[in-house]
């Protein structure tokens, strides 16, 4: 069955956005300058998105479908049950030379957290696709490691997104020398060995 137009015309639309914020580093770039970059006319990008929240929410939604896709090559790749080496391999571009490069999008994703700032839309996106990474560590890290308490494997997850979110701010939308990537990269090995050598719920702890 044949596709039709707006399906093509809307990923198209998506992926210029995405390369004029990349180039301006703009939150919301004008559908002008995304009209030009797909070589559409203005009307035709509104046509599709009337909406520039929602095209920023489609924007998310882009970035996200990236990582997805690239993980899963790598976990394809890879051909293990142990896949928690392979996701932190990937975030700090370990596997840039089997060809999964971490997609080069911080500019774009700097814009969409500051777009988040005053969009509820954009925001609960962000949140979303963020709190999933975390729970998919948090399960990657417990198929590893059995053993390790769930509450311990969650605290791996977050931590992880939190490292890894700051560390390409600083190494790419600030320009720090990405020999820090292994800094960051072994910091999770050795986090998780001081999970493993000892975990204190916190819940557990008894105040006199």
Not at 11 to 37: C, H, L, M, N
Not at 123 to 134: G, P, T, V
Request: glycine share 4%; net charge negative.
């Amino acid at each position: 069955m044949a596709k039709k137009i707006a399906e093509y015309r809307k990923p198209e639309i998506v992926q210029a956005a995405i390369k004029t914020i990349a180039a301006q580093g703009v939150p919301t770039p004008s559908y002008d300058d995304i009209a030009r970059e797909a070589g559409m006319s203005r009307q035709l990008i509104r046509h599709y998105f009337p909406d520039p929240e929602a095209l920023m929410v489609a924007v998310c939604d882009a970035l996200a479908a990236s990582y997805r896709e690239c993980l899963a090559r790598g976990i394809i790749a890879g051909n293990t049950t142990t896949r928690i080496s392979t996701f932190f391999d990937f975030y700090f571009n370990f596997l840039a030379p089997q060809g999964l490069r971490k997609p080069v999008d911080d500019a774009v994703y700097d814009a969409m957290f500051a777009l988040a700032a005053g969009s509820e839309a954009v925001r609960k996106n962000l949140r979303e696709q963020y709190d999933l990474l975390h729970h998919v560590i948090a399960h990657e890290v417990q198929i590893a490691h059995p053993a390790l308490h769930q509450k311990a494997c969650s605290e791996i997850g977050f931590l992880f997104v939190s490292l890894m979110y700051g560390h390409w701010k600083m190494v790419a939308t600030l320009g720090l020398s990405e020999d820090y990537n292994r800094v960051s990269r072994q910091a999770l090995d050795r986090l998780i060995d001081s999970y493993l050598a000892r975990y204190d719920d916190p819940d557990d702890v008894v105040t006199e």
